[in-house]
Every structure is written in C-alpha cells, then in structure tokens.
C-alpha cells in the first residue's frame, strides 16, 4: 500500500506555472509513485486548474473561507491527483497565481496564500473524509504557513517538509494581520511566524516543520552563510541537522528531444546533425540572419537580478565581437526587458529577444542553440541547465547553488577524461562571463571535441528517480 502525501503548493505544471516551482510539483509527484507514495497535489483553484480539473467532485465546504464561501475539489489532470480550493473572492482572478494582467502583485496576497497553507493543514489533519496523508509537504512561501497551522492550530500531530526553491522570496506581512490569517496571539513569537516585527510565511516554515530541504546540496549548504541566507541564514544554521538539499530533475518525457512535438527535428546523442533544423528554425523564428556558421547562444530566463541578465548585457559587446547569435527568451523586470529589446534593436540578426512566456519557444531554444547561459548570482537549483544538458546544448553558468553541482566543467583534464558537460565560471562579473564565452567558443570550433562535449551533456542523468529515491527516503525516516 502506496504512503499518501499531501503536498501543497501555489503552482504546478501543465495547469499553472511561472517558473521551475511548477515543474517539480507537476513532475515529483509522478516519480514518487514507483517508491510507494501516493502524492495529492493540494492547489488554489484560480480558473485556468478548476477549468481543467477532470472527474472534478466537491470534497470539502468552508462557508467562511478568509472572507467568503470555499469548497475543495478533488480531480485529477495530467497523471497529478489534485485538490483545488474553490474560493472565488481569493483565486477566481484574470492574470497570474501571484499578479494581475499589469505584473503588479494582488494587494491580498498575504491573505490568499495563507488561506492555502491553512487549507493545507486541515487537509492534512484530517479534514477530507476518508482521507488522511502520512505526510504534508509545502513548497516555498505561499506554502510556509503549514507548519504553524499544525503547530498552533491544534488537532493531530502530521509530520511536514518544506521545500525551499528561492530563499529570495518570502512572504513579509504585517503582523496586525495575525487574526486575519487566522493564527493564534501564540503563534507570534521568534520561534513561531515572528519575523523582524512582521509575520513571515518562510520563516515560519523553516522555523517548524521537521525538515527542511533545498533544491540542490550546494545551495543548502550556501543559504547558511550571510552571503546567500538572506536574513535567514542564523535560522538555518540552528536548523542545519534537519536541513538537506536534494537537486531538481526534470520530466523526461516533457523534455525529450527524440520525440519533442515543439521542435523542427527530432534528434538523439547518434543523430546530431539533425540538430542542424532545429537552429535554423530558432534563428528563422527569432529573425536572427541566416548564418549557420555563426555559433548561436540561448537563454531562457526569467528577467531578474537573480539571473545575471544584467551581467550578461554588459558582456554582450565581446559575445557580438565574436561574430556569435544570441536569442533570449524571458520576461521580468521592465528596464531587463527594454534593455534587451534595445540591444535586439541596435544589432538586427545578431541578438533576438522575445519577451513573454513561450513554452514552445523555450523548447526550441533548447534543440537549436549551441550553448546555453545562466549566469545567475544565484540559483537554488535550475531547470534550464538541466533542459540544455538533455538537448545537447551546452550549458555556460555561474558556479552558484544547482549550476555547480549539475554542470561538470569541462576543463583540459575533464575533456581528455570524457567528463565535462558544460562551462562554468565564477565570480559573477562580466570579465569572468566574458572568458567563459571565449573558452566555449575554442572548443565549438574544434567540431569533434565540440560534439563529444555534446554528447557527455546528453547523457547525463537529468530525470527524476535518482532525486526521487531521496525524497522518499527522507519521507520514510518521517513516518517510520
Ligand atoms: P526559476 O524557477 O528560478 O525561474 P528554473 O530554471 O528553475 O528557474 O525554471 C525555469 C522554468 O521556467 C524552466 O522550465 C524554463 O524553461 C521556464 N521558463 C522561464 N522563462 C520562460 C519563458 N519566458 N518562456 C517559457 N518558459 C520559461
Ligand atoms: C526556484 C529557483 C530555481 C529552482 C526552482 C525549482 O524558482 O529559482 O533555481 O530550479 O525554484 O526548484
């Protein structure tokens, strides 16, 4: 008999997603499965899940639910069996999970993404009839609340993870939102949701649940230091027993360049040269200039400081210097964005970039560049690496966080040895970017050595049941 779980969670992929969140809680559940868990995916019911929500059937009522009526729905949709609180005056909203369609936060986040974890605790204590979890797993802040819910709500003791996937969002309301969140005088103090004199969903997470992972064993080890902790890393340091990182995989089906629906060619690690349409289209569809010999650089990014977007554009005078294409597909920050459509603007066929959200695009970036960067200040774990490593583009990245443990650099010693599988550099700075770009390019003109790197890249092990076999364990020692 499979262990059922409870995980709670803001986004999941194909139903709603803004970033690597929404892959691992739309790709984990799946391969959690073989080691005997039966995960239920617990999500806000904004329109676009309660739309696709299959076999949809009312499980639980609230009639006051954080300031109107909610139900909870149980379906499923794409292989993920879910839970949907249906609470239209929260979630029944035009835009993102997070933002209305003008990027601008909805002002009653706080009390949206606390009404989640509250949801997630009843859950998860009971609150389903014929249904109890052995465990509940909440994801980053709009999850973080669980184990205060738990802790001070009363009712049964359930045992619970929290994920941290970006330690640079948090969750800070203020505290004379307590009542409203529906949290005990208490729950207010500093090993409780007190955070610098406001109430912070991360914090309290971190502060209570039984254990504390990450999403790479590097950044587990980085948030502890003032340099990458954000605020929280005395916190960490106290926690560190019950704190592990276990690296992101990602869905091998989804991502699959053998059979991959959104490319102009398939190809494998023995059909190469089929690559060879795939850059052709990417150039044709981001209007670069039809030059097969120039190497072509990707990046598939969210526009944020986080993601050296910045560094990138100050290094772009040596990336054109070298006759090479770049294509950048993200959205984001506004100066980001108008700053790369400026560059795209002052050097036609040479730099594209489109900026909005474009699963399909994304992919083909993936088949059609030569190299992809992610020269991220940093990064917890990273998706777009391990997609670039899949689709024998090489990954150039930043030795921070997941980028380090996932791309082995491909060194004189690591190319003579047949280990190397991608580019790294530190520090984050546009010289040492710069000498990564040049160091790429000496090996993209030795065309053999160029491909076998390729090839090391393409069998690398990026799918789920390594990270998976860890998750279980660590749910395992949990409920034993
Ligand atoms: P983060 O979660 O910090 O944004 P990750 O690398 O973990 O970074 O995950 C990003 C995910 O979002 C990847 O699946 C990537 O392909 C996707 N992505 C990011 N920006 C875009 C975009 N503009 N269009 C399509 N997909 C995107
Ligand atoms: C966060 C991180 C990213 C990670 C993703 C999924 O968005 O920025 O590094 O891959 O979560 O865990």
């Known amino acids: 008999m499979a262990h059922p779980v409870l995980a709670v969670v803001s986004e999941a992929f194909p139903l709603v997603k803004t970033g690597g969140l929404a892959d691992v809680a739309g790709a984990l559940p799946l391969a959690l499965a073989p080691e005997g868990f039966a995960v239920r995916t617990l ?7 309660l739309a696709r929500l299959e ?6 009522d609230w009639p006051d639910f954080f300031g ?15 839970l949907a609180i249906d609470a239209p005056h929260l979630y029944a ?16 986040n706080g009390l949206r993404f606390a009404a989640l974890a509250w949801a997630g605790a009843q859950v998860a204590q009971g609150a389903i009839a014929g249904w109890r979890p052995a465990l509940v797993h909440a994801h980053d802040w709009q999850a973080g609340l669980v184990p205060a819910y738990l802790r001070f709500g009363g009712g049964p003791r359930v045992p619970s993870v929290v994920t941290v996937h970006n330690l640079a969002f948090q969750g800070q309301y203020p505290k004379a939102l307590l009542a409203a969140f529906r949290l005990p005088p208490a729950a207010y103090g500093v090993d409780g949701v007190e955070y610098y004199d406001t109430i912070g969903f991360l914090k309290a997470g971190i502060a209570l649940a039984d254990r504390i992972t990450t999403v790479s064993p590097r950044y587990a080890l980085e948030i502890r230091t003032s340099e990458f902790g954000m605020g929280l890393d005395g916190l960490l340091r106290e926690r560190a027993s019950v704190l592990t990182g276990i690296l992101n995989g990602i869905d091998t089906t989804e991502w699959d360049p053998a059979a991959d ?9 023995k ?23 120039a ?9 944020t400081w986080q993601k050296g977007i910045d560094v990138l554009l100050d290094a772009l005078p040596e990336l054109l210097a070298s006759g090479s294409q770049l294509a950048v597909v993200g959205t984001g920050d506004g100066a980001l964005q108008n700053a790369l459509l400026r560059a795209a603007q002052s050097n036609p066929g040479q730099v594209a970039a489109f900026i909005g959200f474009d699963e ?11 190299a992809i960067l992610v020269p991220s200040r940093f990064e917890p774990c990273g998706l777009t690496q391990l997609c670039a490593l899949r689709y024998g583009a090489i990954p150039v990245v930043s030795r921070v966080g997941g980028l380090a443990d996932t791309v082995i650099d491909a060194n004189e010693m690591a190319l003579a040895a047949g280990t190397g599988n991608g580019m790294q550099f530190s520090p984050v700075t546009r010289d040492a970017l710069a000498l990564a770009l040049a160091r790429t390019l000496a090996v993209w003109r030795d065309r053999e050595a160029w491909q076998r790197l390729q090839r090391q890249a393409m069998a690398t092990d990026v799918g789920w049941q390594r990270p998976a076999r860890h998750y279980a364990a660590l749910y395992r020692s949990l409920i034993a």
């Open 271 to 293: 059909r190469l040269a089929a690559r060879e349409a795939n850059r052709a289209a990417l150039r044709q569809r981001m209007g670069l200039a039809a030059e097969p010999s």
């Open 55 to 60: 076999g949809a059937k009312p499980v639980v």
């Open 93 to 108: 909203r035009t835009g993102g999970p997070y933002a209305g369609p003008d990027g601008i936060d909805w002002p009653d």
């Open 68 to 82: 109107g009526p909610a139900r909870v729905v149980s379906g499923s949709a794409a292989g993920l069996d879910l």
């Open 261 to 269: 629906p959104r490319i102009a060619a398939p190809f494998d690690a």
């Open 295 to 303: 190497p072509l650089f990707g990046v598939v990014s969210r526009l």
């Open 43 to 49: 999500l806000p019911g904004y329109p676009g899940v």
């Open 360 to 370: 399909s695009l994304a992919h083909l970036v993936q088949a059609g560049s030569d």
